[in-house]
């Protein structure tokens, strides 16, 4: 196994749309619905990706204003793609926001939190740039238990290479907890901070659509596949697929389920 290869760098969007994107896109209006923002306020989205995220707050949440900061040069240039000019996208990170003091009504990150190495400061950015009174927000995966697409994945992984364990994301990031995620918002001085789940069926229409987008080779579970030559490959794709609930006309019918948190800036 090359585990060079090994990384938990998003860089391109198309890989990234067939294996996580579209079920984001499925998230992304109910969480909103959950934070129940008013109309007319302006909003940040960090890490925001293909656009998922943003394009959802403008379609539902009637915003002033949108901006996007997002790392990536593959992500950007999808979400511009994607989202024109109803969004003033930033290349940029959540360590360090390229907006001033007070600028936003609201802040949301959808599925980063857990890639940030300083989740804390990043909260604290957060803050920085949020008016007093206004939400910040943000949801992960529940990698350890109902996100249920990668955990049949990882659970055959490590059955058949038990150092797969130390790459399985419900091992990695312990802010896949409730948990966790309540606690680092409490710490970042945010009040009134509430947790839930959500919930969205991912259904596949056969084996074939499941497994294809672990082969494009980005994020951690797709990039393992890849990394192993194509006998340990096979074996793991044939495990995975003894494990899956098939129905007996082929269809594999998963819950993908995220944990979302928010929180009020103090006055």
Same mark, same amino acid.
């Given at each position: ?151 049949? !994945? ?9 150092? $797969?364990?130390? @790459? #399985? =994301?419900?091992? &990695?990031?312990? +802010? ?37 987008? !672990? ?9 393992? $596949?890849?990394? @192993? #030559? =194509?006998?340990? &490959?096979?074996? +793991? ?31």
């Amino acid at each position: 196994m090359d585990r060079e290869h090994i990384s938990d760098s998003w860089e391109r969007g198309s890989p990234y749309e067939q294996y996580v994107g579209r079920w984001s896109r499925q998230i992304a209006p109910l969480f909103l619905s959950w934070l129940n923002i008013p109309n007319g306020r302006r909003w940040l989205d960090v890490g925001c990706g293909t656009g998922a995220l943003c394009a959802s707050i403008v379609d539902h949440c009637s915003p002033t204003e949108v901006t996007g900061i997002e790392p990536s040069d593959g992500f950007l240039r999808l979400a511009r793609e994607n989202l024109a000019d109803r969004v003033v996208l930033h290349q940029g990170n959540a360590a360090s926001i390229p907006l001033s003091d007070a600028s936003v009504d609201a802040v949301v990150c959808g599925l980063v939190l857990n890639f940030v190495p300083d989740q804390l400061g990043a909260l604290r950015e957060f803050v920085r740039v949020t008016c007093e009174s206004g939400t910040i927000a943000a949801y992960v995966w529940d990698y350890a238990g109902k996100m249920e697409l990668m955990r049949y !994945f990882w659970d055959s992984a490590v059955e058949l290479d038990p150092n $797969a364990r130390a @790459l #399985d =994301e419900g091992e &990695r990031f312990p +802010l896949c907890h409730p948990e966790a995620l309540e606690s680092l918002f409490v710490g970042g001085g945010l009040a009134s901070v509430e947790v839930k789940p959500i919930d969205i069926a991912t259904p596949f229409a056969n084996f074939d659509e499941y497994w294809q987008p !672990f082969l494009g080779g980005q994020g951690p579970a797709p990039a393992y $596949a890849m990394s @192993l #030559d =194509e006998r340990a &490959r096979e074996r +793991l794709r044939d495990r995975t697929r003894e494990t899956l609930p098939i129905a007996a006309d082929g269809t594999i019918l998963l819950t993908a389920r995220s944990w979302a948190a928010r929180g009020t800036v103090a006055l």
